[in-house]
């Protein structure tokens, strides 16, 4: 037996160092050759490091979150064979890279909660208390008594022939009335602490600099697609094997690359350091999507060129190849400008923050029917909220409020979208 010492390989692209973001090992462990031991997150990229050798792991260096430099020994082995401490060639050690993305999103998978929840003190058993004679109720009556750990004979009905009705339940508990049976509050103390590594902590920088450098400014309207539904439905009822199903989200992206035409300096990005801004012909969309390891913004390119199934095609590969981890640094980055849409949990408004280093982006809640006055009578109609965010140094209240107006006419009357 040989103890060999693993250095963290040159990954690439000219990268020094990386952080630990998950161990797939601990001490002890026995491990084949090319069995994923660590994941390292670099600037470009994460990357799964495999193991060089077949043995028992003596040793780790780094804990979750330290950062390692390229070179530094990563993991001590105890294999057969004469010792050598030389790295493996870099091509041997990278088995799965996936591109980062700042965006918000939930802490990525394997990320270990490093203090406990002090649990609270387990309650005595009671038993139930018996009622002296028969009791009448209806089974939903006994059943919710049983669930709440009331005795019925503890209760005076106020049924025909004494019979313990809803009623009498409800008053019962409302009294804070129960069995010496039933479920006792507990006071909670415990805490969590959840070192902010990987993916979280990128996302969390990118928030810090997004909000610091740009001063941001919010619109919101709310918009009648009632014609869109219908356009919608008809699309989808219609569509062939091969064309996926339409959502709001592809008409959405196709008025903007209209709307974009007349309002250029909403599809821009500020180059701060050149003090210039950029103003973009190609539509270039980041659609913020939720996957197992946090909010990734893959990005249809050349929206403009596209007719709506295309758009949809384009945007469920991008989202689909994000989700599984199959992304390109070519998916994920060149957005010109986002759109988030938070699905049914969309609620009624929020104050979306830019993607650095765009000047905009959009947030798309959920559609809902509601009561609307139209020509002087109530009728229901499909109404779905936007907000949007502005970067004020570029776009002025004015112009952002414009871009909105002119997507909402466009939505509210679809044709316009294809004319």
Known sequence: ?????????????????????????????????????????????????PSPYSGVIVALHGEIGDMVAVGAVLVEFESEGEA???????????????PDVAETADPPAGVPEVAAVTAPPPMAKVSAVVPSGPVLA?????????ESGVDLGALKGTGPGGRVQQSDLDAYLATGGSSPSAPKQVSRNGTKEIKVVGLRRKIAEQMVRSMNAIPHFSYFEEIDITELEALRQLLNSSRGGEQPKLTYLPFIMMALSKAFVRHEKCNAIYDEEGGV?????????????????????????????????????????????????????????????????????????????????????????????????????IEIRRIMNVSSSWDHRVVDGADGAALIQDLKRMLEHPALIFM
């Open 138 to 146: 209806s089974p939903a009556v006994r059943r919710r008594a049983r």
């Open 1 to 49: 037996m040989a103890r060999r010492a693993f250095k963290l390989p040159d990954i690439g692209e000219g990268v020094v160092e990386g952080e630990v973001v998950t161990w797939h090992v601990e001490v002890g462990t026995r491990v084949s050759e090319d069995d994923s031991i660590v994941d390292i997150m670099t600037d470009k990229s994460t990357v799964t490091i």
């Open 84 to 98: 050598d401490d030389s790295p493996p060639a870099p091509e041997e050690s990278v088995v799965e890279e996936v």
């Open 277 to 377: 801004v950029i103003q973009h012909e190609a539509v270039n969309l980041g659609i913020a999507t939720q996957t197992d390891k946090g909010l990734f913004v893959p990005v249809v390119k050349h929206v403009e060129s596209m007719d709506v199934w295309q758009a949809a095609t384009e945007m469920q590969r991008v989202s689909g190849s994000a989700r599984d981890g199959s992304a390109t640094l070519e998916d994920l980055t060149g957005s010109t400008f986002t759109i988030t849409s938070l699905g049914r949990e969309g609620g009624l408004g929020a104050t979306p923050i830019i993607n650095h280093p765009e000047v905009g982006i959009l947030g798309i809640h959920k559609a809902r029917d509601m009561p609307v006055a139209r020509g002087g009578s």
